[in-house]
């Protein structure tokens, strides 16, 4: 399941990439950047809290 998730996440990011490089490389950049900042803000949010070792 979580192969064919990924795989339709690639082929979705993938057209939308393809799309926004035929309309404008600089709007191409912008969302590129914006995706990438609201990964790490996500990824500082969703933070799973670290199992001490026993």
Known sequence: MFA???GAATA???AL??????ISIGTLVVVVI??????????????LPRVAPS
């Open 4 to 6: 064919a998730g990924l």
């Open 12 to 14: 979705g990011g993938g």
């Open 17 to 22: 990439i393809g799309w926004l490089y035929d």
């Open 34 to 47: 914006a995706l990438e900042l609201m990964a790490l803000v996500m990824m500082f949010a969703i933070r």
